[in-house]
């Protein structure tokens, strides 16, 4: 466990911060931008878990994934390199396994698409679709950063993965997908 006994440290007051091998950027570099958008999903998984919490099941799923973002946010805060002094804290296959297990246990119980969900339905779901979207930003910017430096695929895998698995667990959500919002294309005109 990490012990944090001081939590300013005046450090970043001049725009920098230290990635997890000690190695200072500015606070605006790809892998800050990346690691700070998985930490503002989570953030938006602790709000929609305000709505879960009598939901046993669901409750507990979002308290593991909120775990793993810590994970993946210590993944992307440690650059790769050869024979670190301290092996890093690395997503895994086996994460990015047990999302799509859930997915395909829930989807199996939902009603057919129709047409596209617009973001809505219960405050859990909503708060869910709100989540997915900063996680898909989160793999816009890992897949970015990945374009410049080495990013493990296990870590991107677990992003794209976790987008599907709150869109399915917000349609489970909205009833089982029966009361999703839906878009009626051109029903404005």
């Known amino acids: 466990m ?14 920098q911060t230290s990635l997890g091998n000690g190695e200072r950027v500015p606070k605006h570099a790809l892998r800050v931008d990346a690691y700070g958008t998985v930490d503002e999903a989570n ?3 602790g709000l929609a878990r305000l ?8 409750d507990a799923m979002l308290a593991r994934i909120q775990n793993d973002l810590f994970d993946l946010g210590a993944d992307l805060c440690t650059p790769e390199e ?8 690395r997503i895994t296959d086996s994460q990015v396994d047990r999302l799509e297990r859930e997915i395909d246990s829930m989807n199996a119980e939902l009603a057919p ?7 809505g339905g219960t405050p859990a779901a909503a708060h ?15 897949t970015a950063l990945a374009d410049h430096e080495p990013v493990g695929a296990p870590a991107i895998k677990y992003a794209n993965r976790l987008s599907d698995h709150l869109f399915v667990l917000a349609r489970r959500l909205n009833a089982g997908g029966t009361a999703d919002v839906l878009w009626v294309p051109g029903g404005n005109r």
Do not use: C, W
Not at 51 to 58: G, N, R, S
Not at 113 to 119: A, E, G, K, Q, V
Not at 128 to 142: F, G, K, P, S
């Open 43 to 45: 953030a938006v998984l």
């Open 113 to 119: 698409l129709n047409s596209f969900i617009l973001p």
């Open 82 to 89: 050869e024979n670190p002094a301290y092996p890093p804290l």
């Open 2 to 15: 990490v012990r944090l006994t001081r939590i300013y440290t005046r450090g970043g007051d001049k725009g």
């Open 128 to 142: 869910l679709h709100l989540a997915r979207t900063v996680v898909r930003r989160a793999e816009r910017q890992m």
């Open 51 to 58: 709505h879960t919490a009598t939901l046993a099941e669901e």
